[in-house]
């Protein structure tokens, strides 16, 4: 599917402003999971400025947006903010005393429909939410963003089996492949290359991108599965993108920055939001 100047423009400044306020509110904060939160942010990005029909976080036949990684909320709460539905003061409250806006999502926030953060879990509760909008009849779709570690635990494959017989075609996984989890590489955890084969092995539709490409993400999220098939985009990514020091860089999925690595983190990403 081709793609517009205008979705592009759209979906690079969002891209480039989730990278400055996720530094930004991560630093005020002391808070880290800044690594997986620029993983995800041109994603997050080309979902929410192109692809997630969502006029209202409170329109009964939106699309549904699942963070299965929920640890990388705070590309979430800035996407959010950037769509007008959380204030600048909540997003600056980000883990602080009384905020609603914690390490994962829950749900109570303006546009975020499920709590996660119990990884392995999300993509169940995406089906389910496909399941409820074939039974009604809702033309709402699902998409629920995925950890390549997270498909490391079995609860992802029994939804996966689940959706294929189901046939809900409403469905898209996206699979953040960025090769890294919270103690180590994936292929040394449990390697489960290749990926895009083991999906296309219970039944899903597979489709594989440059999870950097903004336009290549936004054509590709935007044509859904066909012939009953649920659909998995596996995006191609790298941790801490954006920011040289993280790129590929394990302790960034815990670490907090000091000043100095904040300054240099800022400058190369383009200044502060």
Not at 122 to 131: M, P, Q, T, Y
């Amino acid at each position: 599917m081709s793609v517009g100047d205008a979705q592009m423009q759209s979906a690079a400044s969002m891209a480039h402003s989730v990278r400055r306020l996720v530094l930004g509110v991560s630093k005020r904060a002391g808070v880290g999971h800044i690594g997986s939160e620029l993983s995800v942010a041109d994603i997050v990005a080309a979902l929410y400025s192109s692809v997630l029909h969502i006029p209202s976080p409170t329109d009964p036949a939106r699309d549904r947006f699942v963070l299965s990684k929920g640890h990388a909320a705070l590309a979430l709460y800035a996407a959010l903010y950037l769509r007008g539905w959380i204030t600048r003061e909540e997003l600056t409250s980000y883990c602080s005393n009384g905020s609603h806006l914690g390490v994962h999502p829950e749900r109570g926030t303006p546009g975020v429909d499920f709590s996660t953060g119990s990884l392995g879990q999300g993509l169940s509760v995406a089906v389910g939410a496909a399941l409820a909008a074939n039974i009604t009849g809702s033309p709402r779709r699902v998409f629920a963003l995925v950890s390549d570690a997270e498909c490391n635990e079995g609860a992802v494959w029994e939804a996966a089996m689940f959706a294929a017989h189901r046939r809900l075609d409403s469905l898209t996984a996206i699979i953040d492949l960025n090769g890294q989890q919270a103690l180590g590489y994936t292929a040394d955890v449990l390697d489960l290359q290749p990926m895009g084969v083991k999906w296309a092995a219970f039944g899903w539709d597979v489709a594989e991108v440059d999870g950097h490409d903004l336009g290549a993400l936004v054509g590709t999220l935007s044509a859904l599965a066909t012939g009953g098939r649920p659909r998995v985009v596996i995006a191609r990514t790298t941790f801490g993108k954006g920011v040289s020091y993280m790129e590929g860089q394990v302790p960034w999925h815990y670490l907090p920055m000091s000043d100095s690595q904040y300054e240099l983190a800022v400058a190369e990403v383009g200044g502060r939001e």
